[in-house]
Nanobody, 116 residues
Framework: QVQLVESGGGLVQPGGSLRLSCAAS????????MNWYRQAPGKERELVAR????????NYADSVKGRFTVSRDNAKNTVYLQMNSLKPDDTAIYYC?????????WGQGTQVTVSS
């Protein structure tokens, strides 16, 4: 079965950096685009970044453009989210997401807190 396991979250000061990882299993990872979403307290879940199956194309929410970079290693079945210049507004639970054959899969999420 599909499994998505995020890691790398934590507490960081404004202006700091974190790299999130999502280890995937249970499907042919290299064949699917992957997404990162986030959900802040009291807010709806929002799409942060997307990467195509080969990693040749990426898309970002306007709020993170120029600060976040999504990448993947198809040999390791892992997708990454490098987050730089973090702001308090980036505080949220970050989720890895796969949409496959009409179904949606989520990881358990990893908490990112940006605070001094």
């Amino acid at each position: 079965q599909v499994q998505l396991v995020e890691s790398g979250g934590g507490l960081v000061q404004p202006g700091g950096s974190l790299r999130l990882s999502c280890a995937a299993s249970g499907f042919t990872f290299r064949n699917y685009a992957m997404n990162w979403y986030r959900q802040a307290p009291g807010k709806e879940r929002e799409l942060v970044a997307r990467i195509t199956s080969a990693g040749s194309s990426t898309n970002y929410a306007d709020s993170v453009k120029g600060r976040f970079t999504v990448s993947r290693d198809n040999a390791k079945n892992t997708v990454y989210l490098q987050m730089n210049s973090l702001k308090p507004d980036d505080t949220a639970i970050y989720y890895c997401n796969l949409m496959k054959v009409g179904l949606t899969y989520w990881g358990q999420g990893t908490q990112v807190t940006v605070s001094s």
